[in-house]
């Protein structure tokens, strides 16, 4: 077994039409993540958790946001294509546990539907916990969204 960390952040754009995206959930009516691909920053955290597991490296390096490929992707599917790659490499998704920290918006509505699309995407018991930051720093100023994201993995 291996365990691996993620972590992202991606600060609220400026763009009124950018749709927030977390956890392959659409959040029409809430202000959105500026990024190149979709900006979930909850799939990015976790897919770098199974990279780190996995030794396969980074999100950046696999996916570069200086790729037009991968302009306004859906994370969902970088998702799914670091899962294939560490299955090509062995590994099998154990389970994962993710925390994001957001003043706004309330994410508690959202859970379990955030919980289903990643179980989906990696095949294992995915857990997702909000927090807030307590109005401390950029994210406590909601200037932006973080995640942790730990995920282990076994051998096939
Ligand atoms: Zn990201």
């Keep these: 077994m291996r365990v691996g960390h993620g972590f992202d952040v991606h600060p609220f754009s400026d763009d009124d039409g950018r749709l927030l995206v977390l956890g392959g959930e659409r959040l029409p009516g809430e ?15 976790v897919a770098d958790a199974i990279l780190g597991a996995a030794g396969l490296g980074d999100i950046g390096s696999h996916f570069p946001d200086t790729d037009p490929a991968w302009e306004g992707a859906d994370s969902m599917g970088l998702l799914a294509a670091v899962v294939s790659l560490a299955r090509e490499a ?40 909000a927090t807030r930051a307590e109005g401390l720093g950029s994210l406590g100023r909601r200037e932006g969204i973080a995640c942790f994201a730990v995920a282990l993995l076994e051998r096939t």
């Design 90 to 129: 062995g590994w099998t998704v154990g389970n994962v546990d993710v925390t994001v920290v957001a003043e706004v918006p309330k994410l508690a509505p959202h859970r379990s539907a955030m919980e289903a699309n990643i179980t989906a995407v990696v095949g294992a018991p995915v857990s997702v916990k």
């Design 31 to 45: 202000r959105g993540l500026a990024g190149h691909s979709d900006a979930d920053v909850l799939a990015h955290a």
